[in-house]
């Protein structure tokens, strides 16, 4: 007889936006804004979905180094701050796929500002390619524009590239009723509908980004990043964090 082999898990989600706050490459040094454990945690996680056959894309915030809310109230102007937020975002891309391709897994970058030397120009079509040759794609420069946060880029990218979800990796382990740093008794949800979540006015999303998301069907998935192999726990539908949908 056999000896039976141990069953392959099977991915839920064969295609991903994972949406990473800039602060959580920060670790738990205030003063370094990437920290290199922290960083090369986290692509270790997203090689594992990738080793799963998933396709990932990365979406990559920068308020680890500047965030253009933060400069306005410094006396900088608002689409001039978002730029230079923007630019922070090329930086945190830059060093995930650097880490990224340290540990094996291919990886390019997709500005949507032109930066030729650095980054690729962001083309949906090359973007699609590049996924089904097994490449991780990370998104740098939000959309181009001011005034939008990442979250929007995540949810346009999704849109475009018909993710199935957008895996949003927090700090936080799911979305509550209110803010559970504040209230004890804060009751975290398993599942949300976006019309529940609108209704109860919860933050899962700013509201551009939730809007895009909730019109093309695209559910979120709000989950805590230092739960041990969270990412790949998320891609094969075990119970993580709280999932907002239609």
Do not use: W
């Not at 900088?76 to 796929?97: F, H, K, P, Q, S």
């Amino acid at each position: 007889m056999r000896d039976s082999k141990p069953a392959t898990p099977r991915n839920r989600y064969k295609r991903v936006v994972l949406k990473l706050s800039g602060e959580v490459l920060r670790g738990g040094k205030a003063g370094d804004p990437i920290d290199g454990p922290t960083l090369e945690k986290i692509c270790i996680q997203v090689k594992e979905i990738h080793d799963l056959g998933v396709q990932v894309c990365v979406v990559i915030g920068g308020g680890n180094i500047f965030r253009g809310l933060n400069g306005e109230k410094r006396g900088v102007d608002r689409t001039t701050g978002d730029y230079m937020g923007m630019l922070a975002t090329v930086i945190n891309g830059l060093a995930l796929m650097d880490c990224l391709e340290k540990l094996g897994v291919n990886t390019r970058v997709q500005s949507a500002i032109p930066m030729n030397q650095i980054a690729e120009p962001f083309i949906l079509r090359r973007a699609m390619r590049h996924l089904e040759k097994g490449r991780v794609v990370i998104f740098v420069a939000g959309t181009g524009n001011p005034y939008f946060s990442t979250d929007t880029t995540a949810a346009l990218r999704a849109s475009e590239l018909h993710a199935e979800i957008i895996l949003k990796a927090t700090k936080v382990d799911g979305v509550y009723d209110k803010d559970p740093k504040k209230y004890p008794d804060a009751v975290r949800f398993e599942q949300l509908t976006f019309i529940d979540a609108l209704k109860q006015r919860l933050n899962v999303m700013d509201s551009t980004a939730f809007s895009l998301c909730m019109d093309n069907s695209v559910p979120i998935l709000v989950f805590d990043l230092g739960n041990e192999h969270a990412i790949r726990k998320a891609v094969l539908g075990e119970k993580i964090g709280t999932l907002v949908h239609n």
